[in-house]
């Protein structure tokens, strides 16, 4: 029988911390409903978690942090709400360059960013150049993201590659048609956690979460907090990733490797 590619898991064998934290932050619009609010009001006070996790984030000790902003499903939403969360990533991202270069956070992004206002395009453009030289922390925001666009953009990029001769079809693997999707430089997510107790993915990183732990939060984003990112990392640490193979096979590894 041949051998199965095996996924290669991001997170260090033994370690109870994610390496890579994926988050569909969802439950703005509930948020502000349940106060009688309007829903941008939901995603202004969203903003502020963004700003509360990505310090939780990096305080934890987590090193990559994917944020689900924006899917290429919502531009179908309201246009008073699409240019308000448009304003809002905008407003975001002049007030936030600073910090990510004071804290050394680097900036990246997923999605067709190239379809976004040209105002967020160039702020954007601001501060990944401003933040490109940092290592220790990765923030990557989601915008105008989508698993399946990303397949397609991906696989017309391959097929690219192909017809000028720099990939080989008969060579082709995981391994290397994976170097074509947005994620191309980062380590699968270990844990994705959605809010706002929807238990859906919502067309988000379908590839690279094949191994993924999920927890799904009750928590409506603008509520959640540190304390809910740490329980949900000790969750993560108490489940046993076992890639297909059994618990016993995975005990015997991890008994052999500490002796
Ligand atoms: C998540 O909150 C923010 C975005 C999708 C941009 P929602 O706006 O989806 O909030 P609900 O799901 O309506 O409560
Ligand atoms: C997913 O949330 C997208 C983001 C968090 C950006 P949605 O609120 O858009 O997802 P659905 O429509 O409920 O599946
Ligand atoms: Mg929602």
């Known amino acids: 029988m041949p051998a199965a590619s095996s996924p290669v898991p991001s997170q260090p064998k033994g370690s109870a911390l994610p390496t ?47 944020l689900y902003a924006f899917s290429v ?28 270069v004071k804290n050394r956070v680097r900036l990246l992004t997923i999605g067709r960013t190239h379809e976004l206002p040209a105002v967020v395009r160039n702020q954007l453009e601001v501060a990944m150049k401003a933040t490109a030289k940092f290592t220790e922390n990765t923030l990557v925001l989601a915008l105008n993201y989508g698993a399946r666009t990303e397949v397609v953009d991906a696989a017309r990029a391959y097929a690219a590659a192909v017809a000028a001769g720099k990939e080989k079809l008969n060579d082709s693997s ?29 067309n988000f990183l379908l590839l690279q979460g094949a191994y993924a732990e999920f927890i799904f939060s009750p928590v409506l984003w603008p509520d959640f907090t540190k304390a809910d990112l740490a329980t949900a990392c000790a969750e993560f640490g108490r489940r046993e990733r076992r890639y297909g193979q059994t ?13």
């Open 20 to 66: 890579h934290v994926a988050i569909i932050m969802d439950g703005n619009g509930r948020w502000a409903r349940q106060r009688g609010l309007p829903r941008i009001e939901g995603h202004r006070r969203g903003v502020e978690t963004v700003r509360a996790i990505i310090d939780a984030t990096r305080e934890l000790g987590i090193r990559y942090l994917t």
């Open 174 to 202: 995981w391994a290397t048609f994976s170097r074509y999707l947005y994620t191309a430089d980062l380590p699968d997510p270990d844990l994705v956690i959605r809010t706002s107790g929807e238990t859906r993915v919502s």
């Open 73 to 100: 499903e919502n531009w179908n939403r309201p246009q008073d709400e699409v240019g308000a969360l448009m304003g809002l990533l905008e407003y975001f991202l002049k007030r936030e360059t600073k910090t990510l």
């Open 247 to 259: 618990s016993e096979q995975l005990k015997l590894a991890g008994t052999a490797s500490s002796r």
